[in-house]
Nanobody, 124 residues
Framework: QVQLVESGGGLVQAEGSLRLSCAAS????????MGWFRQAPGKKREFVAG????????LYADSVKGRFTISRDNAKNTVALQMNSLKPEDTAVYYC?????????????????WGQGTQVTASS
């Protein structure tokens, strides 16, 4: 089992920045890809960004490309999401996730572990 705990959410004005962090604990050895999804009220949970086990490959949703950056530190068992130029439409609960496979993907069904989520609100 892997436990994931997010931090760093909050309220920011449009065009501002936030940095989300996710700490993994438990059975973190074995090569896990990790990612971030988000869910706005009344909408389905959607992929935001993902990173492979080594950190050499990343994926981004089109809506965040050029604004968000995902990174990881395997020595510290952490993954981060740097969010710049935030827009009101980025407002959502952001979830950290991990899958028992080193390759990064964007399908929600491919991920095995989820954090509790952290609220991000970008006000206009």
């Amino acid at each position: 089992q892997v436990q994931l705990v997010e931090s760093g959410g909050g309220l920011v004005q449009a065009e501002g920045s936030l940095r989300l962090s996710c700490a993994a604990s438990g059975r973190t050895t074995g090569g896990y890809a990790m990612g971030w999804f988000r869910q706005a009220p009344g909408k389905k949970r959607e992929f935001v960004a993902g990173i492979n086990w080594s950190g050499s490959s990343t994926l981004y949703a089109d809506s965040v490309k050029g604004r968000f950056t995902i990174s990881r530190d395997n020595a510290k068992n952490t993954v981060a999401l740097q969010m710049n130029s935030l827009k009101p439409e980025d407002t959502a609960v952001y979830y950290c996730t991990a899958r028992r496979n080193p390759l990064v993907v964007s399908r929600l069904e491919e991920y095995d572990y989820w954090g509790q989520g952290t609220q991000v609100t970008a006000s206009s």
